[in-house]
């Protein structure tokens, strides 16, 4: 797919969005981190009931070359994970803000939220 | 970002990289091609048509002199005397204590001189040590990296593309010539890195571009440095720096059949006797997991360490390069590796990991007597 940035997304500057619901957020990674990271071959998802902390790694996804710590946009705790990546890691290449999305959080602590970046900022950060 | 890359070398064929939409990175000091459509994609495409690396960062030591030969016998750990002329010799360079300074091809040329091929990482240090130890000789050490370009074409149809573009039969496995490749004078080597068919060509940089695009005409795809390693660990085959290092001699690392002790190199006399307690093997998941370089094993024998690891491409399954306890080395053990703390589960598997497709048109020809196994 073309390099794309969704604008209903918020974003961490370590390459991850997340789309808020409520008390609940969808977590991925974004176009320019699958990117980097080339075609995704492995993708064993965290355990549903872990717990992330902001800033911190909650996953790992792989390419045949490397490992990528993926980073938590926000805190809380894993609700859901997308269980169709251990088959098919490749949708999150594909379809990073779709079929790609990596966990579901409850999350712990919304004025968080205030930290993350709007679409524009985060190109303007690509950019820099 | 731009500050570091203008302190890295550049290869000739820089342009014909971007233009197929290459991933620069850092390698070695170089600005090198990692990539272009995917890892998976080139690695497959070399496994069933043709593929070619730009390698141009890898260096060269030319050394002359009535006694050339000689000197390469005393710092080259294979046997200098069996390599025919016009041959290709795989040794590796010790020093005293045995540790590995890097694993290299030696090349006899016509003119009597021999190219010695060096990772671009030991480059300097192969010279310099090459060149150190040359007193007494009447042999001349040369840098020749800033003389050469160098493509490997690898895969079943390499030899045919490159066989349209030149003037003149291709070398043999394990033999070179030199021929006339797109117009241009070129090394043409029977070798190659990735248990492929296939040759390597060294020619001046200012030809580079030449052959690439004639090689491009013929249907070869460019293939990167990151799918040049997935297939040479599929084929076993060593990387300097992962499965050597001068932490390891040659021994433990399974490069016993090239150093022959009794020609008396730096280093044998430190490798004489030696049982080394750990010895590399490759080994295969039989679950999910991808091996890394640096992981922990575990064997019914004691501890072991990963020094290369990926997916495998044409098995679908983590690989890798381990060195474990001797007692643990025997293809079918049952292995463990920690992934970052998740244990994962391998079996010490038979080398190679990967081997080479028969040729398909005999094989697959309802016409064509059946094959005699020899």
Known sequence: MAETYPEDLKYHPEHDWTRIEGEEATFGITWYAQDALGEVVFYDPPAVGATVSKDQPYTEVESVKAVSDVFAPLSGEITAVNDKLSDSPELINSDPYG?????????????ELESLLDVNAYKGLLSS | MSTAAQDLR????????????????????????VQYEGVRAEHVNVRATAGMFDVSHMGEV?????????????????????LAEDGAQYSVLCNEDGGVLDDLFTYRLDDGAFLTVTNASNHERDRDWMAGHAEGFEATVEDA???YAMLAVQGPMARGAVEAITGGALPKRMRTATLEVAGGETLVCGTGYT???????????????????????????????????????????HLYGNDLSVERNPIEAG?????????????????????PEQT????????????????????????GEVTSGTLSPCLNTGVGLAYVPKGAAEP???????????????????????????????????????????
């Open chain 2, 145 to 147: 990296a800033a003389r």
């Open chain 2, 62 to 82: 030319r050394t002359s002199g009535p006694q050339a030969e000689d000197l390469l016998q005393r710092l080259l750990s294979n046997d200098l005397s069996k």
């Open chain 2, 10 to 33: 550049q290869s000739p064929l820089r342009d014909r990289h971007t233009a197929a939409g290459a991933k620069l990175v850092p390698f070695a000091g170089w600005e090198m091609p």
């Open chain 2, 332 to 374: 079918g053990t049952a292995i463990e590796v920690d992934v970052r703390g998740k244990p994962r589960a391998a079996v010490v598997r038979e080398r190679p990991l990967y081997a080479k497709q028969p040729a398909r048109p005999a094989a697959h020809d309802p016409d064509s007597p059946p094959k005699k196994e020899s």
């Open chain 2, 195 to 237: 248990g492929e068919d296939g040759v390597e060509l060294l020619m001046p940089p200012a030809h580079a571009v030449a052959v690439w695009d004639a090689l491009l005409a013929e249907g070869v795809k460019p293939a990167g440095l990151g799918a040049r390693d997935t297939l040479r660990l599929e084929a076993c085959f």
């Open chain 2, 255 to 275: 490069l016993g059949w090239i150093c022959k002790l009794d020609t008396q190199f730096i280093g044998s006399e430190a490798l004489e006797g030696v049982e």
């Open chain 1, 99 to 111: 079929d790609g999305w990596l966990v579901k959080v409850k999350l712990s602590d919304t004025a």
């Open chain 2, 280 to 303: 590399l093997v490759p080994f295969a998941f039989t679950g999910p997991g991808i091996p890394r370089q640096g992981n922990a094993v575990s064997t019914a024998a004691g501890p």
